[in-house]
């Protein structure tokens, strides 16, 4: 797989047919390891371990409404009181971080109103808070710590 711009961990793999899977511990299941797969895991690990977002408050392809049609998000983290705090959109290492994907986790934060937005794919991370009262999108330098949300 790909080397990414996030901190190695312990990973399970395995192949079924000829096909590998890695184990979401989110989701406590093998899922098919695509390269957005091998990021989402990567990214999660280093939000759990980094920064110290609680892993019983982040749920991977958390499923939405958006329009009358499903959706998923790559991941969805709560706050204590159990309301959406952030959404995370992963996209494939070989795939560049554009407008369009900003306006993807945008169209899903319609639904679900996160405070904050993160975008990656693995190589390069992006991060910003939404100021609903001023209605601005402010970027951030870094992934906050959870303690700063």
């Known amino acids: 797989m790909f080397r990414l711009n996030l901190p190695p961990y312990e990973y ?4 079924v047919e000829q096909k590998k899977q890695i184990f979401d511990p989110f989701r406590r299941c ?3 390891l ?12 280093f939000l759990c371990q980094e920064k110290h977002f609680p892993a019983q408050r982040m749920a991977n392809e958390y499923a939405i ?3 009358g ?8 983290v709560f706050d204590k009181n159990l309301q959406v705090l952030c959404i995370c959109e992963y ?3 070989q795939v560049n971080i554009t407008q369009e994907v900003f306006q993807q986790i945008l169209r899903y934060n319609w639904v679900l109103k996160a405070k904050y937005l993160i975008v990656s794919n693995g190589l390069k991370h992006y991060a910003c808070r939404i100021d609903y009262e001023k209605q601005q999108t402010i970027f951030l330098q870094d ?5 700063e949300l």
Do not use: G, M, Y
């Open 34 to 45: 695509t390269p957005e797969e091998w990021v989402r895991q990567h990214f999660c690990h």
């Open 143 to 147: 992934i906050p710590d959870f303690s």
């Open 12 to 15: 399970k793999i395995r192949e």
């Open 91 to 93: 996209k494939a290492p």
């Open 69 to 76: 049609l499903s959706r998923r998000c790559d991941t969805v």
């Open 65 to 67: 409404k958006l329009n």
């Open 30 to 32: 093998f899922v098919a």
